[in-house]
T-cell receptor
Framework: KQEVTQIPAALSVPEGENLVLNCSFT??????LQWFRQDPGKGLTSLLL?????REQTSGRLNASLDKSSGRSTLYIAASQPGDSATYLC??????????????FGQGTTLQVKP | SQTIHQWPATLVQPVGSPLSLECTVE??????LYWYRQAAGRGLQLLFY??????ISSEVPQNLSASRPQDRQFILSSKKLLLSDSGFYLC???????????FGQGTRLTVV
């Protein structure tokens, strides 16, 4: 059974710092991995999708990497800003889910960027 | 562009009352549709998904049901709510294949 873990559960950094959020999964045979952002009481905003054949994806100050063999992904945020404060969730699409698109989520890392 | 609408945003219902949450997607056709629940202190759990009109798959046994009466409409229902049904319900869509999933703004359900 696929399990997704995100450590740490919470992180507080000063503004301007570069930071890395971690995501690990137990079954390396994933279809893809997606990072989301969730603001308090709101829905999820898609940040980056990494397909199983890819190593990384970049969008602005965000860079996500994927190492399937070790079951790990990282989300790198450069030059953090107070507006980056949110909960970051990673989710994997298990094998055989290409047609269904089911996602298995980690518990999330809540990030606070202090001015 | 594609958009997803979910309503209501918040709902307070007594135990034993019925439930109907609606989700619609615009700007795309034949999407896969999903209902997730996010309980306090827990991750998102997939409840139902649908790959086409009238096709519903349930991921966990529960007090809820789902229906897809139209291509871009997904409804989550219950005949009699339980206290344990409280949570944050999220609707999502994606196209078939290796594509991103997009989520609605969620419905906060409190059963009292």
């Amino acid at each position: 059974k696929q399990e997704v873990t995100q450590i740490p559960a919470a992180l507080s950094v000063p503004e301007g710092e570069n930071l890395v959020l971690n995501c690990s999964f137990t079954d390396s045979a994933i279809y893809n991995l997606q990072w989301f952002r969730q603001d308090p009481g709101k829905g999820l905003t898609s940040l980056l999708l990494i397909q199983s054949s890819q190593r990384e994806q970049t969008s602005g100050r965000l860079n996500a990497s994927l190492d399937k063999s070790s079951g790990r992904s990282t989300l790198y945020i450069a030059a953090s800003q107070p507006g980056d404060s949110a909960t970051y969730l990673c989710a994997v699409s298990p094998p055989g889910s290409g047609n269904t698109g089911k996602l298995i989520f980690g518990q999330g890392t809540t990030l606070q960027v202090k001015p | 562009s594609q958009t997803i609408h979910q309503w209501p945003a918040t709902l307070v219902q007594p135990v034993g009352s019925p439930l109907s949450l609606e989700c619609t997607v615009e700007g795309t056709s034949n999407p896969n549709l999903y209902w997730y629940r996010q309980a306090a202190g827990r991750g998102l759990q997939l409840l139902f998904y649908s790959v086409g009109i009238g096709q519903i798959s349930s991921e966990v046994p529960q007090n809820l049901s789902a229906s897809r009466p139209q291509d871009r409409q997904f409804i989550l229902s219950s005949k009699k709510l339980l206290l344990s049904d409280s949570g944050f319900y999220l609707c999502a869509w994606k196209q078939e294949g290796n594509t991103e999933a997009f989520f609605g703004q969620g419905t906060r359900l409190t059963v009292v």
